[in-house]
């Protein structure tokens, strides 16, 4: 398995990761271009993406795991899995090597009878939120020949967790309201037509949507770092989101 390439400086990934995945416009392809767009970020074996309707599963997206291995998990090992037990509905994102002890992990039923046949050895994964409601859960899974995940790993699904979450979420209510008369891209720039943007601001949010960094931006607008953060800090009001992954997620979703 090739190794992550992520780096301790992830902007940029994040950034290429939405523009890759935000202008999907249905549930079931979101889900599986979620998944395979973070394995070119995040490699790994196989994986799955479980959707939740007030905390019932209603769908399981999956990657190299077959349909009895779901069924076997569904009908008895879910009752067996202590990561489940010890790490569920969680806002970060985490590894089966920091929530439990190997050694004590290996002389379990859940291990012996279920992990090791399908070869899943180390797990990483994060609970996707909105507003607090879980809406989906997130696993990557690696084989013992592999290596465990780095930190690195979990910094990044921590940061795209909230945009994926907010996504979710509008396309949900987006096929919820499947008789309006207007689109799923018309009901998302309805969302922002009256932020008001100053041409500076629109200027400044373009380049964060480019991926450049605060220096960066200060340097090609001749304006200090502190400006840039004030006009950040007012497209951030503005824009009704807290960072800029969150930003530059609302700014994909209008193209």
Request: aromatic share 12%; glycine share 2%.
């Amino acid at each position: 398995m090739n190794e992550s390439k992520l780096s301790e400086n992830i902007w940029q990934y994040v950034v290429e990761f939405l523009t890759n995945t935000t202008f999907i416009t249905t549930l079931d392809e979101y889900g599986y271009t979620i998944l395979n767009e973070i394995r070119s970020y995040i490699p790994y074996d196989a994986a799955h993406l479980i959707s939740y309707d007030n905390n019932q599963i209603m769908d399981f997206k999956k990657i190299n795991i077959s349909d009895k291995t779901i069924e076997n998990y569904n009908d008895y090992y879910q009752q067996k899995d202590i990561i489940r037990e010890r790490f569920f509905n969680e806002k970060s994102a985490s590894k089966s090597s920091l929530i439990i002890d190997y050694r004590e992990w290996s002389r379990t039923e859940f291990f012996n009878d279920f992990l090791l046949p399908n070869q899943f050895y180390y797990l990483c994964g994060i609970d996707i939120h909105h507003n607090n409601k879980l809406l989906a859960t997130l696993t990557l899974i690696r084989s013992r020949n592999s290596r465990d995940f780095k930190t690195v790993d979990l910094l990044f699904l921590n940061r795209i967790s909230t945009c994926i979450g907010n996504h979710i979420y509008l396309l949900k209510e987006f096929n919820q309201n499947a008789t309006q008369a207007i689109s799923f891209k018309e009901l998302q720039k309805e969302r922002i037509r009256n932020l008001e943007l100053t041409p500076r601001e629109i200027e400044i949010a373009r380049l964060v949507k480019s991926g450049m960094t605060n220096k960066e931006i200060s340097n090609r607008l001749f304006i200090s770092k502190n400006t840039v953060k004030k006009h950040l800090q007012n497209i951030y009001n503005k824009c009704d989101v807290s960072n800029k992954v969150s930003l530059v997620s609302k700014l994909h979703q209008i193209n």
